[in-house]
């Protein structure tokens, strides 16, 4: 199967919680393909390289990775590495 890169940037429910509190949850709740990114209080992002038979399957099962994890967080950016994608 094909890898794709895309990277996802979320709003968290709550800015006051310490998004570190997501990692460890995020990494064994299937985004263990991803680098995460804190950097902006209330936020966080996660660049994936993703294996699955398509780039909206890896998109789909990302988005729903981690919103099993932070379920009031709401997807503000979804953006892909088109070099990969084609």
């Known amino acids: 199967m094909p890898l794709f890169e895309f990277?996802?940037?979320f709003s968290l429910p709550n800015s006051q919680i310490d998004p570190n509190a997501y990692i460890e949850k995020l990494y064994e709740n299937g985004c263990d393909d991803a680098?995460?990114?804190i950097?902006?209080?209330g936020y966080i992002a996660l660049d994936f390289i993703r294996e699955a038979s398509s780039a909206y399957e890896a998109i789909y099962s990302a988005i729903t990775d981690v919103k099993a994890v932070i379920p009031k967080s709401r997807?503000?950016?979804a953006t892909t590495?088109?070099?990969s994608l084609t």
């Open 7 to 9: 990277t996802l940037k």
């Open 35 to 37: 680098l995460i990114g």
């Open 39 to 41: 950097g902006t209080k």
């Open 75 to 77: 997807l503000i950016e």
């Open 81 to 83: 590495d088109c070099v």
